[in-house]
């Protein structure tokens, strides 16, 4: 018999089927006016029932509302009806399963909920084995109100322990007061299911009564409706920002592989953020490191499906796109602050194949007056691609080297690679032979040290489960930089990628590699077994140890969490305009999934690029939260300085206005790591309640004053940019936006930047370092709204010190214009400022010209008012 239960665990009804209706008040209420029929409740997978299940109401289903039913495998139709299940082919085999479930199908039914410390929890048992093999037949439910805007609920076996991911810093444990919490929560108990709802509205966020729970040993199944079809996250995928719902599959399983469509990349990331048709919106997390597919219909609904582990869900009720990525931000960790170098140019190549090319490099782009800060080098410095090491004839004099870009205000960072070498002489590669004598590394099935092949031949893994490999590991960071005094570290292969299937000798005929269901992905050379990000902490322990300064890494896998320790790029994009424009929702998703320092390679790794790509990409790229220019070995070179002069003086002008913007965005970053706020901002995420903003992905935010719309089609020398509701400023005039869309000149030598009304940003005269920039005078613009008010602040300290918003050693100032003046307000003060002055002012929206302006008192001399209502002196 079914059974509904609210969250205080009361019955509130008997049968659940279309004798039912909810009300607006989230309360299911039985309808005696229609007609009871409870015959489906005896269905089991066992019984057949061919005949009267599929021409029976309970498989008239419409197609975009089935849920599959063969997810494990392809059945055929008596295959399909022997699980009880319904089969009704459709003309498009792409579409709808012909194989799904009924209405009502025989799941687990759920005991009564009991109190517990943190909430509330009840047993689930099924009374017969589903169709899965090694079917689990009693879970523990655990319902935990970890604050007032976030519900967590666990589904696990309470007999066998099974893996569960316990992120660095645990989650908050907290019990919310039940009266002031922004859901409702519903339990079916037969067959089990749940409702949470938007207390304030009664809106459904999740309904997983849809669908059957399955849980197996490597088969965990749960569907649930959507409450709208406007759906991001879910990555890494090159995709659009929102996803296609129409019977799509994605699959998180981090892997070595170059953004394309339809296939899983480098990270995983089971977070999705709903928006809402009224600007609300929510977000899931599932906690699980497991192989995932997701499975997105447009009924709307999605289905997880995972391969081990538990159900690990928490639910962020918002209410609004900010407060979701917050909460979520809460429980997987806020942003790490980087060092203010780091957000200037980066500039690499695989192919800087000694010191002398090196310097090269780096010189003439200073002597064409590029802005440029950080040089690096690929695996071309490695002896033999060994990591750790470098090479005695093409880059003896590497130390020497970083040390003279430190003495010219420049930093240094090169790759580092997890494989080691598993094949020099004994006693000539400390970092393997060390690693053996302390048993770091990962062993295969038979106990043998599982080998690998990835760029120095066959290869080890370290296992950084083990706290010993983790010091090891850290050990060999100190000992190369007391050799190498690098800036920072660039992580690849990190997936981990290697060259042979799983391992030299290929992977075991067991469970665990060959699982009865493998989710959609194309199965390529990885390490068999789970490697997980630990190996960070070892790696900004070094580094702080070591500098005394604020760490840079940057990785390339990913997973829920790893913007704590360190920025990603978007791997091995193409040299092409499709991977320009797929950049920036790839940008935006990482932004949603807590990593705010993130850029793709400008200009494209893989392939020739061409100056006019080039020159696009670099003003994209110079909006980028992290901007660095890579290119393969193979390639044309794509170093600025290599284009005609026209195409020259358009990236030395995209680079000048990052530079001069850098004040601005750092603050931006110090609001992400202290608040949990983005950077690179979606514009629904800035307004909710436009309904053009939900679906732009070719435009985006920086903060909430922002607006970057880049050109990213060939020839173009315009572009129609949309301009939510507001009045926007751009260098030239202002426009008053409705929400409209605004066909905007846009010659190869410009990016189209807007600043939003009400807001003040702060500026820096750039030079061609962030040393040098750092003590130049600042800038404001200050961007008037219609009532003559705005705002702004900038977050200033030494720029690498660690920890300096946490040990209140840094400088804060409010700037506020209003009343035909504006005004620094220092909320905090620590010297850092004591030099720096303000070199000028732009104010936009100033109606008439002025008659004097007073600076401190005293009259300004030299102003100057523009006809497009701009005041600069």
Same mark, same amino acid.
């Given at each position: 018999m079914n059974r509904f239960f609210t969250s205080e665990a009361r019955q509130i009804g008997s049968v659940w089927d279309q004798q039912h209706d909810i009300t607006a008040h989230g309360r299911l209420v039985y309808n005696p006016a229609k007609p009871q029929n409870n015959s489906s409740r005896d269905i089991h997978p066992e019984r057949s029932q061919k005949c009267n299940i599929s021409r029976g109401s309970e498989c008239a289903i419409a197609p975009e509302s089935r849920f599959d039913c063969g997810r494990d495998k392809l059945l055929s139709q008596s295959e399909c009806e022997d699980r009880g299940c319904c089969y009704a082919p459709l003309p498009d085999s792409a579409g709808p399963p012909w194989c799904f479930y009924p209405r009502v199908y025989p799941g687990y039914k759920m005991g009564p909920l009991i109190p517990t410390p943190r909430g509330q929890g009840a047993t689930l048992t099924r009374a017969s084995p589903s169709y899965l093999p090694k079917d689990i037949s009693t879970l523990r439910l655990d319902d935990i109100q970890e604050t007032t805007d976030c519900f967590h609920l666990t589904l696990k076996d309470p007999s066998s322990q099974r893996y569960e991911v316990h992120l660095p810093g645990g989650v908050p444990q907290s019990k919310a007061n039940t009266q002031s919490v922004l859901y409702t929560t519903e339990y079916q108990s037969d067959p089990f299911g749940f409702i949470v709802r938007r207390k304030s509205n009664g809106r459904v966020i999740m309904n997983t009564t849809v669908a059957p729970l399955l849980f197996a040993d490597q088969?965990?199944?749960?569907?649930?409706?959507?409450?709208?079809?406007?759906?991001?996250?879910?990555?890494?995928?090159?995709?659009?920002?929102?996803?296609?719902?129409?019977?799509?599959?994605?699959?998180?399983?981090? &892997?070595?592989?170059?953004?394309?469509?339809?296939?899983?990349?480098?990270?995983?990331?089971?977070?999705?953020?709903?928006?809402?048709?009224?600007?609300?919106?929510?977000?899931?997390?599932?906690?699980?490191?497991n192989a995932i597919e997701v499975i997105l219909q447009p009924t709307p609904a999605l289905t997880w499906v995972s391969t081990g582990g538990i159900l690990d869900l928490y639910i962020f009720l918002g209410p609004d796109p900010q407060s979701v990525i917050r909460q979520y931000l809460q429980i997987i960790?806020?942003?790490?602050?980087?060092?203010?170098?780091?957000?200037?140019?980066?500039?690499?190549?695989?192919?800087?194949?000694?010191?002398?090319?090196?310097?090269?490099?780096?010189? &003439?782009?200073?002597?064409?007056?590029?802005?440029?800060?950080?040089?690096?080098?690929?695996?071309?410095?490695?002896?033999?691609?060994?990591?750790?090491?470098?090479?005695?004839?093409?880059?003896?004099?590497?130390?020497?080297?970083?040390?003279?870009?430190?003495? &010219?205000?420049?930093?240094?960072?090169?790759?580092?690679?997890?494989?080691?070498?598993?094949?020099?002489?004994?006693?000539?590669?400390?970092?393997?032979?060390?690693?053996?004598?302390?048993?770091?590394?990962?062993?295969?099935?038979?106990?043998?040290?599982?080998?690998?092949?990835?760029?120095?031949?066959?290869?080890?893994?370290?296992?950084?489960?083990?706290?010993?490999?983790?010091?090891?590991?850290?050990?060999?960071?100190?000992?190369?930089?007391?050799?190498?005094?690098?800036?920072?570290?660039?992580?690849?292969?990190?997936?981990?990628?290697?060259?042979?299937?799983?391992?030299?000798?290929?992977?075991?005929?067991?469970?665990?590699?060959?699982?009865?269901?493998?989710?959609?992905?194309?199965?390529?050379?990885?390490?068999?077994?789970?490697?997980?990000?630990?190996?960070?902490?070892?790696?900004?322990?070094?580094?702080?140890?070591?500098?005394?300064?604020?760490?840079?890494?940057?990785?390339?896998?990913?997973?829920?969490?790893?913007?704590?320790?360190?920025?990603v790029w978007?791997?091995?994009? &193409?040299?092409?305009?499709?991977?320009?424009?797929?950049?920036?929702?790839?940008?935006?998703?990482?932004?949603?999934?807590?990593?705010?320092?993130?850029?793709?390679?400008?200009?494209?790794?893989?392939?020739?690029?061409?100056?006019?790509?080039?020159?696009?990409?670099?003003?994209?790229?110079?909006?980028?939260?992290?901007?660095?220019?890579?290119?393969?070995?193979?390639?044309?070179?794509?170093?600025?300085?290599?284009?005609?002069?026209?195409?020259?003086?358009?990236?030395?002008?995209?680079?000048?206005?990052?530079?001069?913007?850098?004040?601005?965005?750092?603050?931006?970053?110090?609001?992400?790591?202290?608040?949990?706020?983005?950077?690179?901002?979606?514009?629904?995420?800035?307004?909710?309640?436009?309904?053009?903003?939900?679906?732009?992905?070719?435009?985006?935010?920086?903060?909430?004053?922002?607006?970057?719309?880049?050109?990213?089609?060939?020839?173009?020398?315009?572009?129609?940019?949309?301009?939510?509701?507001?009045?926007?400023?751009?260098?030239?005039?202002?426009?008053?936006?409705?929400?409209?869309?605004?066909?905007?000149?846009?010659?190869?030598?410009?990016?189209?930047?807007?600043?939003?009304?009400?807001?003040?940003?702060?500026?820096?005269?750039?030079?061609?370092?962030t040393t040098a920039s750092r003590n130049n005078p600042f800038f404001l613009i200050v961007a008037l709204s219609a009532g003559g008010w705005a705002r702004g602040d900038l977050f200033w300290d030494d720029g690498e010190s660690v920890d300096t918003f946490e040990m209140q050693n840094y400088c804060y100032v409010i700037f506020t214009a209003g009343q035909s003046q504006v005004v620094s307000n220092p909320l905090k003060l620590n010297g850092a400022l004591d030099s720096l002055v303000l070199g000028g002012l732009q104010v936009f929206g100033v109606p008439s010209p002025p008659r004097y302006i007073l600076a401190n008192g005293e009259k300004v001399r030299d102003f100057t008012y523009r006809t497009d209502t701009k005041v600069s002196f």
């Open positions: 088969y965990l199944q749960l569907s649930t409706t959507l409450a709208s079809s406007f759906v991001s996250g879910l990555g890494e995928h090159y995709t659009s920002l929102l996803l296609d719902l129409n019977w799509t599959s994605l699959t998180l399983w981090n &892997r070595d592989m170059a953004p394309h469509a339809d296939a899983n990349l480098y990270g995983s990331h089971p977070f999705y953020i709903v928006q809402e048709e009224d600007g609300l919106a929510h977000g899931v997390f599932l906690l699980n490191s960790g806020y942003p790490m602050m980087p060092p203010y170098w780091s957000l200037g140019f980066h500039l690499c190549r695989w192919g800087y194949t000694t010191t002398n090319t090196t310097r090269k490099v780096a010189q &003439r782009m200073h002597d064409e007056n590029f802005p440029m800060d950080v040089q690096w080098n690929d695996l071309d410095y490695a002896n033999k691609r060994r990591v750790f090491t470098f090479d005695p004839w093409r880059f003896g004099d590497l130390p020497e080297m970083v040390e003279e870009f430190h003495k &010219r205000g420049m930093k240094y960072i090169l790759i580092l690679d997890p494989g080691i070498s598993s094949t020099s002489t004994p006693g000539t590669y400390s970092p393997f032979d060390d690693g053996l004598k302390r048993d770091v590394f990962i062993k295969n099935a038979t106990g043998q040290i599982l080998i690998g092949k990835v760029w120095p031949g066959p290869t080890a893994f370290p296992d950084f489960t083990n706290p010993d490999t983790r010091q090891w590991w850290e050990d060999c960071i100190r000992d190369f930089h007391s050799k190498v005094p690098v800036d920072g570290l660039w992580i690849d292969m990190n997936e981990p990628a290697s060259f042979v299937q799983g391992s030299v000798e290929g992977c075991p005929d067991s469970d665990l590699e060959n699982p009865p269901y493998t989710p959609n992905y194309v199965h390529v050379a990885v390490l068999c077994g789970l490697f997980f990000i630990l190996g960070f902490v070892p790696i900004l322990s070094a580094l702080l140890k070591i500098r005394r300064k604020r760490p840079f890494v940057l990785s390339r896998s990913s997973f829920p969490g790893i913007g704590r320790f360190s920025g978007t791997g091995d994009v &193409r040299s092409d305009w499709e991977q320009l424009r797929f950049s920036i929702p790839a940008v935006l998703q990482f932004s949603l999934f807590g990593v705010p320092l993130v850029g793709a390679d400008t200009c494209g790794f893989g392939g020739n690029t061409t100056e006019e790509l080039c020159v696009r990409w670099m003003q994209l790229g110079a909006f980028y939260p992290f901007m660095r220019n890579h290119n393969d070995k193979p390639n044309a070179p794509q170093e600025p300085y290599v284009f005609g002069q026209r195409a020259q003086a358009a990236m030395r002008s995209a680079l000048y206005l990052r530079y001069s913007l850098l004040p601005f965005l750092y603050t931006l970053f110090h609001h992400a790591h202290a608040s949990a706020e983005t950077v690179a901002r979606p514009l629904f995420m800035e307004f909710p309640n436009d309904p053009n903003s939900r679906t732009i992905d070719k435009q985006f935010l920086w903060g909430s004053s922002l607006l970057i719309s880049p050109v990213l089609e060939q020839g173009a020398v315009e572009l129609a940019a949309y301009l939510p509701p507001a009045t926007w400023y751009s260098l030239h005039n202002p426009f008053y936006s409705k929400g409209q869309f605004l066909l905007l000149p846009a010659p190869l030598d410009t990016i189209n930047v807007h600043v939003r009304e009400g807001h003040i940003i702060p500026q820096q005269e750039p030079a061609l370092t």
